[in-house]
T-cell receptor, first 114, second 114 residues
Framework: DAGVTQSPTHLIKTRGQHVTLRCSPI?????VSWYQQVLGQGPQFIFQ???????GRGNFPDRFSARQFPNYSSELNVNALLLGDSALYLC?????????????FGAGTRLSVL | AQSVAQPEDQVNVAEGNPLTVKCTYS??????LFWYVQYPNRGLQFLLK??????LVKGSYGFEAEFNKSQTSFHLKKPSALVSDSALYFC????????????FGKGTRLHILP
């Protein structure tokens, strides 16, 4: 079975541009979460979506937005890119929301903002 | 607020020796604790979790972790290290809000020396 897939794998943008990152969860998984991992730090939670509704949001500005589609795939959008947005963006999926359910991560999209 | 701390940026161990990667936590209520591993250019891979029950949790690739409530620790261990264990290890705790966000430590880089 395919794991969590993310596209693209690498992306280079300039300041002020916007970017869309995509995630396909493991088949059967209905919950998708997004994390930002800056070099040298642990991942930071951005969003969680379940059944196309936002279930949680981390401490990120409104330039960050996301959505989930009927097939449970998800997009993360970032507007007005800043140099500090350069990071590895990770998507994780789980069967259903819940504290004991395991989140499985994709390989990530590495975003470089110049 | 829930948090985890990984006091060591890097741990060096000779191949064949036992290894320990340290983690302490701060939570309100019972903790849901996790260990993930990250290989270069890869996403996070789930190793093991502690929810309740036995204090010694066994996980993937021969790893185990010991939950110690009195010391608020959740150290990762392996009896005999392999060179292929060299990677970045993250301790994490599940938040107790409506969402399922995982709060990660900053990570410990493990080097297994041949």
């Amino acid at each position: 079975d395919a794991g969590v897939t993310q596209s693209p794998t690498h992306l280079i943008k300039t300041r002020g541009q916007h970017v869309t990152l995509r995630c396909s969860p493991i088949s059967g998984h209905k919950s998708v979460s997004w994390y930002q991992q800056v070099l040298g730090q642990g991942p930071q939670f951005i969003f969680q979506y379940y059944e196309k509704e936002e279930r949680g949001r981390g401490n990120f500005p409104d330039r960050f937005s996301a959505r989930q589609f009927p097939n449970y795939s998800s997009e993360l959008n970032v507007n007005a890119l800043l140099l500090g947005d350069s990071a590895l963006y990770l998507c994780a999926s789980s069967l259903i929301p819940g504290p004991v359910d395991i989140q499985y991560f994709g390989a990530g999209t590495r975003l470089s903002v110049l | 607020a829930q948090s985890v701390a990984q006091p060591e940026d890097q741990v060096n161990v000779a191949e064949g020796n036992p290894l320990t990667v340290k983690c302490t936590y701060s939570v309100s209520g019972n903790p849901y604790l996790f260990w993930y591993v990250q290989y270069p250019n890869r996403g996070l891979q789930f190793l093991l979790k502690y929810i309740t029950g036995d204090n010694l949790v066994k996980g993937s690739y021969g790893f185990e972790a010991e939950f110690n409530k009195s010391q608020t620790s959740f150290h990762l261990k392996k009896p005999s290290a392999l060179v292929s264990d060299s990677a970045l290890y993250f301790c994490a705790v599940r938040d107790r809000g409506r969402d399922d966000k995982i709060i990660f430590g900053k990570g410990t880089r493990l080097h297994i020396l041949p």
